[in-house]
Structure formats: C-alpha cells, structure tokens
C-alpha cells in the first residue's frame, strides 16, 4: 500500500471517530488538523464526512452510479494510478469497509462537483464571507452555512457567530483548547478573541488561536495574511507567530502578510508599536513603517509604507499602485482561485490604480490590459498571460 493510500485509510478512521463522537489519539489529531488546513476543498471534505446523515446520503446514490466512473474518481482522488489491479480494490473492500465509505464519499463528492460542467471562472463575481472552524476534537463548523447565534462551546468559550463575524466570550470553566479558523480563496472572515482583540482574516488564509489567552502572553499563529487591531494588556504582551517570523505588540494595529508563495513577509504598522523579530534580528517599527523579511534568508529590514494601499484588502479592493504583474497575478489567484499560467514572459511593467474586489474576474483582467501591456486569457479555472501579438 503507497503512502497515499495508507494515509488516505488514517484520515477515513479519524473522519469515522469523529463522526461517531469517539476519542482520538492526539498523532491522529494531528494529522486531521494538518490535513483539514491544508485547502477549502479539504475543509469543505471534513465537514461533509463527519455528518452522518450526508455520509448516508451519498452513499446510496452512490449504488445508483457508473462503478468504473466511481472508481477512477476515487483512484485519482488517492493518487492511484488507474490501471491498478482489481485484487487492490477488491482487498480495500473487503478488509476496510468502514473506510471505503468515506473514500467513496470523497470521491463521489468529487465527481459530482468536477465532472459535470467546466467552471466559467472569468464570470463569476468573487468576495463573499465564507469560513471554516475547526474545533479542538477534529470537529468543522461551516461558518457560511451556519445560522446566527452559538456554533460552539468548547475550552471554556461561547463561540458566537453574528453574520460574517465570530466572537469569542470566555467562561472560564474549562481548560483551553486551540481553535482554527481558515478561510477559501475569495473569501474573509472577521474575528473577535477571547480577549477583545479583533483580527480580519483575508482570503486563503488561517488563525490558530487559543479559545482563551491564560498565560504571561497571547500568542496566535497566522498563515496567510490578517489585519489586526490588538486589546491593549501592559501585562500580556501579543504576539504573531507567521512563518520565522513574530511580531510582538502591546495594543496596536497592523498587517501581517505572510503567504508561502511570497518571497517576503511584511509587517505592517498603522498604530501604536510593534517589534518584528526573524531569528537573531528585529526591528521596531513606529506607525506608518513596514518591516520586510526576507523568507529565504530571515534577513529584516524597514521602510516606509502606503498603510492604504496595504489595508484596501480589508476595505473591499484591490490596490495595484506601483505594483509588478507577477505580484498582482499572485493576488488575483487566491481570491479567485485561479492557476496562472505564463505563456510569454511578461513584460515588464508597474500598474497603478484600484477596483472592487467583488468585481468579476474578467473585469480585472480588462482593467490590466487596459492599463499595461500584458494581454491575458481565462479558460476554466487557469489565468494564461499571453504574448501582445496572440489573439
């Protein structure tokens, strides 16, 4: 049995536990957690198989459907190759039946949402306020799709959502556990922790947090990028841990920038002050500086920076002054959830200006045209960057 496979069968056990309100060991949370975060489609996954009645669901037309379409779908879901022997499914059955079911699911899921139609990206509007929680036990709340009100009460906090917002109330009762909110690409999420302090979350992004901060300091872990407005406590300092870098405040406000295919991570300060520490290195900025920490070599330095253009991401809109294509096309793919894909070598050239975020994708790209000399191409899910003589 591959890698794949044999982690796929962990992940199905886990689901089942879960599902069935069984105790995991903390390896298997672990690997859950790390999986869950690891993309919306995943997230969107573990919500669905932890639920019973949806499990049933799709199981039952799963009987009604082509078994060979079914079974390349869940084939390319693991990773098999497909012209794997009969006698490897025939055992998967056979000895796992449990976990067949929820890899059938998957798949079936799968199948249903990629098979039918092709995507026409370039005319759907983005920006909407979708999320996912995911509770200390493995547990997923849909945020989008949960109603207004308590969606949890765990390690002594009412979790309390109030449209696309999500607030923590401590109690106090019982020990604390960490919590994770993600976010899809085209998506933010606002966040109010236990003690006070408010945290925007834009798209493609997470937060683990603690559902209560009792220690000498409030420490959270980002991935992606947040904006945040931080309660003051002289006596508790807040940090930020996001790649090898943490930043440190008292009560503030800033932006943390700290996506995996960016080569640096910007800190940005708009109130009060903060310190920027990467390794042995820090710096200490004053509002209206940006440290610059390069992810390569941990090496940070500061400078001055546009705290508009930085924040539009929270205020609804795309900011492009002075900015490369390559940057710009980066943005565009996690908010719209696109692969980019170069054609030509762009040329090089430094757009200005700004528009919605909830535009459609093609609207931004015929602004980019307009404004540059780069020509693009959307076909499903895939941005091409062309050469100027291509249709």
Known sequence: MSYKEEQAMQLAMVAAKIREGLPTTPEEQELWNQWVSESALNQHTAQQLTDRKWLV??????DQQDTAAATRAIFSALGIPENQPRTVLYYVWRVAAAVILMLCATAVMKYYTTSPVTPVIAKMPAGSNRAILTLADGGVVALDAAHNGVVSRQGG?????????????NTATEKAVMHTLSTPPGSQFELRLPDGSKVWLNSASSLIFPTAFTGSERVVKLRGEAYFEITQDVKRPFKVNASEVTVEVLG??????????????????????????AG???????????AV???????????????RKVTAWKNGMFEFNDA??????????????????YQTTAVPYHYGGGIGRNQQLQDVLDMLEASGPNKFRVQGNTVYVLSTSQP
């Open 252 to 277: 503030t406000s800033f932006n943390v920038n700290a996506y995996t295919d960016e080569a640096q991570v910007l800190t940005t300060l708009a109130t009060g002050k903060v310190r920027v520490a």
């Open 57 to 62: 669901a799709r199981m039952r037309e799963f």
């Open 293 to 307: 920490t390069t992810q390569a070599t941990g090496s940070t330095t500061s400078r001055m920076a546009d705290i």
């Open 157 to 169: 906090a009412v979790v309390t959502k109030t449209g696309s917002a999500l607030d923590y109330s």
């Open 324 to 341: 490369d294509l390559p940057a710009i096309l980066r943005e565009i793919a996690r908010w719209y959830n696109v692969q980019i894909v």
């Open 280 to 290: 042995k290195a820090s710096v200490l900025l004053t509002p209206g500086e940006q």
